[in-house]
T-cell receptor
Framework: GQQVMQIPQYQHVQEGEDFTTYCNSS?????IQWYKQRPGGHPVFLIQ?????EVKKQKRLTFQFGEAKKNSSLHITATQTTDVGTYFC???????????FGAGTRLAVHP | EPEVTQTPSHQVTQMGQEVILRCVPI?????FYWYRQILGQKVEFLVS????????KSEIFDDQFSVERPDGSNFTLKIRSTKLEDSAMYFC????????????????FGEGSRLTVL
């Protein structure tokens, strides 16, 4: 079945450093979404990527979708303490309303 | 801002008991989902639901689980005979879009129901 793998599992950075999390799928994806979950909270949608090679930016966040539509990345420039949380990618491979989440990358930011 | 609401926020039950978790999706959304998250772990897909039918379900969603939309607003998850390993946070979500060829739009998640099975 469809699997979505995400690395690293944890990342500790100093405030101001950059952060990247990577997502890989065992199958070609129709789209990929990214979510953020604050400690004790629920996943909150960040963005959806649909096109091969697509790059989208949200302020300090840059999202990429690979050319083969099997991998994606989220890059945060100059992290802030408000960036703390777990970042999940979630992909679909053409199933009917079945969005599969990666294991998540937990980001800790030290001031 | 519209939101998905879930009740109860926390339920403690004895192994073997039946549990019903309730959700009120966003009113104009047509696609509904249940996910679960064991503490500190990944968000696992359980089931998706559209037009009063299950669209997709995972291997986790066995005969112990069922979903229902008993009226125009509620969406429920029932676990017939709970096991220790069912202890988790259960998230309900809804989306405005969905359908074939994997075009599920943004999922709006509720705050979750924490289930503890003793």
């Amino acid at each position: 079945g469809q699997q979505v793998m995400q690395i690293p599992q944890y990342q500790h950075v100093q405030e101001g450093e950059d952060f990247t999390t990577y997502c890989n799928s065992s199958t070609t994806l129709s789209n990929i979404q990214w979510y953020k979950q604050r400690p004790g909270g629920h996943p909150v949608f960040l963005i959806q990527l649909v096109k091969s090679g697509e790059v989208k930016k949200q302020k300090r966040l840059t999202f990429q979708f690979g050319e083969a539509k099997k991998n994606s990345s989220l890059h945060i420039t100059a992290t802030q303490t408000t960036d703390v949380g777990t970042y999940f990618c979630a992909g679909e491979d053409g199933g009917y309303n079945k969005l599969i989440f990666g294991a998540g990358t937990r980001l800790a930011v030290h001031p | 801002e519209p939101e998905v609401t879930q009740t109860p926020s926390h339920q403690v039950t004895q192994m073997g008991q039946e549990v019903i978790l309730r959700c009120v999706p966003i009113s104009n959304h047509l696609y509904f989902y249940w996910y679960r998250q064991i503490l500190g772990q990944k968000v696992e897909f359980l089931v998706s639901f559209y037009n009063n039918e299950i669209s997709e379900k995972s291997e986790i969603f066995d005969d112990q689980f069922s979903v229902e939309r008993p009226d125009g607003s509620n969406f429920t998850l029932k676990i017939r005979s709970t096991k220790l390993e069912d202890s988790a946070m259960y998230f309900c979500a809804s989306s405005e879009s969905g359908g074939w060829q994997g075009n599920t739009g943004e999922l709006f998640f509720g705050e979750g129901s924490r289930l503890t099975v003793l």
